[in-house]
């Protein structure tokens, strides 16, 4: 099973709507990173927040992680066209050496 | 400073034959890791390689699967006797440390696609 799953696995908004995601996890980690592929793309980091962090924000983009719960979210407000892309959640292991990615969730933002 | 650079862009070959995927690493980062993605799915991880070593092989086949990561030149993944089911984005990236040493974010190349006939 996979260590990050996000959720919904696709959202449809109009532009100026937010896009929320969600992205839960199984053990223990170091941190979790959010990456952007568009289609035929590589991924493209977006942020990163530590274990010991709650929320993080850069420009549109606020971040949460409840540890807890093994959970975070992705908010991208006001969105544009230009954010349609799949996102994806990933994770390190405590101790571990490799990121471990979610299924992802495929944004489309209607003009 | 250039990205990570992966190549061919491309690969099509016939069942039973190799496939040779190049990823050169940004500058200056020595750990590399190649991730497999079918349509629709998320990235699968494969191995990681610092220079000269492999640290970690756990998402690679055993058979017919090998990387390396020289001295010198690009980090190659190999693929012997390919079959249909290869077919698939193959991407590389990179970092400076390993992600595990703190904050550390990795640099994706925009992958290879491989179709097997």
């Known amino acids: 099973s996979q260590q990050g799953e996000e959720d919904p696995q696709a959202l449809s908004i109009q532009e100026g709507e937010n896009a929320t995601m969600n992205c839960s996890y199984k053990?223990?980690?170091?941190?979790l990173q959010w990456y952007r592929q568009n289609s035929g793309r590589g991924l493209v980091h977006l942020i990163l927040i530590r274990s010991n962090e709650r929320e993080k924000h850069s420009g549109r983009l606020r971040v949460t992680l409840d540890t807890s719960k093994k959970s975070s979210s992705l908010l991208i407000t006001a969105s544009r066209a230009a954010d349609t892309a799949s996102y994806f959640c990933a994770t390190i292991k405590a101790a571990g050496n490799k990121l471990t990615f979610g299924g992802g969730t495929r944004v489309l933002v209607k003009p | 400073n250039a990205g990570v650079m992966q190549n061919p862009r491309h690969l099509v070959r016939r069942r039973g034959q190799e496939a040779r995927l190049r990823c050169s690493p940004m500058k200056g980062h020595s750990h590399v890791y190649w991730y497999r993605q079918l349509p629709e799915e998320g990235l699968k991880f494969m191995v990681y390689?610092?220079?000269?070593?492999?640290?970690?092989e756990s998402g690679m086949p055993k058979e017919r699967f090998s990387a390396e990561f020289p001295k010198e030149g690009p980090s190659i993944l190999r693929i012997q006797q390919v079959v249909r089911g290869d077919s698939a984005a193959y991407f590389c990236?990179?970092?400076?440390?390993?992600?595990?040493?703190?904050?550390?974010?990795?640099?994706f190349g925009s992958g290879t696609q491989l179709s097997v006939l």
């Open positions: 053990t223990s980690i170091n941190n």
């Open positions: 390689l610092q220079k000269e070593n492999i640290i970690d």
């Open positions: 990236a990179s970092s400076l440390k390993n992600p595990g040493q703190g904050d550390e974010k990795l640099f």
